[in-house]
């Protein structure tokens, strides 16, 4: 029997290096992301056909990552014919071509222990009826990102003379997102704004400059699970800080930033991961002027502040717009426009876009040029407002088909209906996550699980997928969900 097949490839992790490269939302990006940097080893012979791959729960060590993230990737893998598991041997890698064709000419998935096939006819996005309502992250907006990516493409000459590395960002992408700043009445110079790649990779970056080994972070409760990956992988150590039923608790951010002496506090104001709440305006002053008077820095995630359902509602102000000196850093990206966009950016000082700028040049991290220039396409202001339309358009049937099918199909869960952002926050109507989450995957719908993506009783649930999709995971789920008592449909549940 070949040996290859019976050794786990050695020194995996350091072969994988950096290969968490985006600030997608939810764990599945971040399995996808894994999934993809393996296949790149596999395609370029650094990791052979024939080997076994290492245990799932080595690699997650190895990787710092939960073993359900390590599952989902070789899932994947062995879903588009690289790989292949056999029962209590492990997972291998295979040739492309010796992938098992199925009927519609793709890639036999592997087995799951326990879990049914799904239904002919009630697929989601995903080959064999699969329905992932673990990534929150929209489909590209087409037509204007292909239109996007041919313009710059054809931009891309006026850069190919010179050596593509722009530490701190490409000046006309810069120009754009400082003048987009400034429309939204928060003045900007381009020289307060670090181009990163992505939102992530500016959390770390600041976390990395600011917070130093020991130090305390606050953070929401709930929170986003990136935002305390992020923190922890910094050395420094999440001090939680709740959120109530309608909104942040400003006593309990008091005492957080107040007692615990914290050198930052990380929050998302505008329609919260995973909550869906948005911080109203007196909170928001409150905060600003709390956190100067402590001398603590806020670091804001402002991602999905485009992604509100409600037109007519204004929309409260920038915590930046209300910062009378440096106590706010902001954080934003391309994530709503499209994940695979790996581009983002940050709003400084001049002082520390430029050390920021330094550091990174030193480890020549900077993100691509192409991407970056499409980008710059997309953040056209007529450009912009058509797709955020088209998008609001979409969520708003999605999450409509969400709520009908909840109050139809699971009665005793309860959820505030979100105004925005991409998720809605239901608690269970009594039943544990991780029930429901087993209990669903065996029907073919999966659904985020693990420390950060719920609280025992809560369930974050995104709405991007198309509405027949949604209804149709919501029927699955209330399959295996028993009614433990009856409320009064789409009562509001809180995030605590």
């Keep these: ?21 985006g600030d997608g939302d939810g764990d599945g990006s971040v399995y996808r992301q894994l999934a993809g940097s393996l296949l790149g080893l596999i395609r370029d012979g650094r990791v052979p056909p024939g080997t076994r791959l290492p245990a799932e729960r080595r690699l997650a060590a190895d990787l710092t990552v939960s073993r359900t993230t390590v599952t989902a990737a070789y899932r994947l893998l062995c879903s588009t014919g690289h790989a292949e598991s056999r ?7 295979i040739p492309s071509s010796a992938a098992p064709p199925t009927r519609r000419g793709r890639a036999a998935p592997c087995p799951s222990p326990g879990r049914r096939r799904a239904r002919p006819g009630a697929e989601g996005p995903d080959d064999g009826g699969v329905i992932d309502l673990v990534t929150a992250t929209p489909p ?3 037509p204007w990102l292909s239109a996007a990516v041919d313009a710059a493409a054809r931009e891309l000459g006026r850069h190919a003379h010179g050596h593509g590395c722009f530490p701190a960002g490409l000046g006309e992408l810069r120009e754009a997102v ?52 992020a923190v922890e992988a910094a050395g420094a150590h999440p001090r939680p800080a709740p959120l109530g039923d309608d909104g942040w608790d400003m006593p309990a951010w008091n005492s957080a930033l107040r007692a615990a002496t914290p050198r930052l506090a990380c929050l998302t104001p ?40 409600e037109p007519s509602a204004p929309a409260p102000p920038r915590l930046a717009a209300l910062d009378a000196g440096s106590t706010v850093i902001t954080v934003d990206s391309a994530t709503t426009l499209w994940s695979g966009l790996r581009v983002g950016w940050l709003r400084a000082t001049p002082e520390l ?41 979409r969520a708003r049937a999605s999450r409509d088909a969400l709520v009908t099918a909840l109050r139809t199909d699971l009665p005793d869960w309860t959820f505030r209906v979100p105004d925005g952002g991409l998720t809605l926050w239901a608690r269970t109507g009594g039943r544990a996550v991780p029930e429901v989450v087993a209990g669903a995957e065996r029907d073919g719908v999966r659904l ?13 649930l995104p709405f991007v997928l198309p509405p027949e999709a949604l209804a149709e995971a919501v029927r699955r789920i209330a399959e295996h969900t028993p009614r433990t008592n009856r409320t009064t449909p789409g009562t509001s549940g809180g995030p605590s």
């Design 448 to 460: 985020a699980a693990g420390p950060g993506s719920g609280t025992d009783r809560f369930l974050r």
């Design 353 to 393: 876009v430029r050390t920021l700028a330094g550091r990174r040049a030193g480890i020549g991290l900077t993100p691509p040029v192409l991407e970056q220039l499409v980008v710059r396409r997309l953040l056209d202001e007529g450009v912009y407002a058509e797709i955020v339309a088209a998008r609001r358009t």
């Design 87 to 93: 029962h209590g041997s492990g997972t291998y890698t």
């Design 140 to 142: 590209a907006p087409e």
């Design 270 to 309: 505008d329609f919260q991961r995973p909550t869906g709440l948005l911080m109203p305006e007196e909170q928001r002053r409150a905060l600003v002027d709390l956190a100067a008077s402590s001398g603590v820095t806020l670091l804001v995630d402002e991602t999905l502040a485009d992604t509100s359902l």
């Design 1 to 21: 029997m070949d040996r290859t097949r019976q050794t786990a490839v050695p020194g995996l992790a350091s072969l994988l290096g950096e290969w968490r490269g």
């Design 178 to 229: 400082a003048a987009r700043y400034t429309r939204r009445g928060l003045p900007t110079d381009p020289g307060q704004i670090l181009v990163t790649s992505g939102a992530a990779d500016a959390l770390a970056l600041v976390l990395r400059e600011l917070a130093d080994p020991t130090d305390r972070v606050v953070v929401e409760s709930p929170a986003d699970p990136h935002l305390v990956r």
